[in-house]
């Protein structure tokens, strides 16, 4: 065949291809029996196609991604089924016939994107994950890096099959520490739960699995023997933060961050960074003789600093924090553990449960759980005889109705 004939043929077989709906990446032919196949399709070819080209040079098309199956039937024979990829729907009809190339193309068109393009990428860029904390967006980044290495090309349409959960929970509990695979769960399921809510998935396997690791810390208290071996031995810039997180019961990043501007002389006033609620706390005792100094001779906005008088970094404060404690010898304790500590301390004091709660943003019930970890006495005689009993920041009810309404002081 001429050279103009090997082009009339090839743009037929073009034209023939491009006809049954498919996307030509590539065509070879075949110089000595002017056979030419047109590669097309899905990825990963595993098995060929033949169309007729009406009485032209032979031409055979290549669906790529194509999955062979035989199966015994039960009269003995066997049988070959087609599938149009690895877990994908079974094509119909025999290879090379139009049946079979029809199904596998409306097979191709209702693929759906894997779950690593459609649903965690999209959830990087929606407002549910730019509004989280810095730190968690970080974290929850780390994670969902993590997920798309494992599942890149897991398919969104394999989501309602039962053995999907199955699967993510066998990779869950395969890895090695139990905190990170209850964190890369929970990335999992508000990620998938977000593709849900807005039509990305159409269901969500990964609700209600129970967490693996589970830690109970509410009887891990700071004695009045371990807070006086603190300020014994710590360096002085590491005192306010004992005082500040013992005395308001906040969580280390809002410490870290508070400004002076929140401190009047006779309450602390603050919007957490966990749930936005916004607190006030009466400051008295220690904590407010240590405010009231530190305010004298403050060099920045910010209360807490380094020994440079420079702001803390999440990061670099809990380094310091960790070597002072281990310099000193205290053991089975954590800055994290000074928030219980006033829970305690508040409890023994006369404070209620839902003045405690109203300071710290614990549930009523997680107040009640500490109580009942510690045996704390509700009688007034059974608290003067408690270990925490020199606490004197009792809160009053009228203190704490302001701190719930948000209203500044006056008068």
Partial sequence: MGRGGWQAALRRALRIAKAEGMIVTRFEI????????????????????SLSTCGWPSMRLRLKGINRSVKRLADGTTKTFWYAWRGGPRLQGE??????????????????????????????????????????????????????????????????????????????????????????????RRATSWGFDNGLVTCNPFTKAGKLFRVARADKIWSYDDEASYFARAPKHMHLPFLLAVWTGQRQGDLLRLPWSAYDGTHIRLKQSKGGRRVVIPVAGPLKAALDAAAKVRQGPIILVTSAGLPWRPKGFQSTWNRVIKRIGIKGLTFHDLRGTFVTRAAVAGSTEMEIATITAHSII????????????????????????????????????RACSGRRRTG
């Fill in 30 to 49: 075949e110089p000595t029996t002017g056979k030419i196949t047109v590669v097309a399709g899905a990825p990963r070819a595993l098995g060929p196609a």
């Fill in 366 to 401: 997680e107040v009640r759980s500490i109580r009942r970890e510690l045996f704390l006495p509700r009688s007034a005689a059974g608290r003067e005889r408690h270990p925490q009993a020199r606490n004197e920041n009792k809160f009053t009810n009228r203190e704490t109705n």
């Fill in 95 to 188: 290879p090379g016939t139009p049946e079979f190339i029809a199904s596998y193309n409306a097979a191709v068109a209702t693929k759906v994107a894997p779950v690593r393009d459609q649903v965690l990428t999209a959830y990087q860029g929606s407002s549910s994950f730019n509004d989280l904390r810095d730190t968690s967006r970080k974290e929850y980044a780390r994670y969902i890096a993590i997920i798309e290495r494992t599942f890149a090309d897991f398919p969104l349409s394999a989501f309602p099959d039962p053995r999907t959960r199955g699967v993510f929970l066998r990779w869950r509990d395969g890895i090695a520490s139990r905190s990170s695979a209850d964190m890369a769960w929970c990335v999992l």
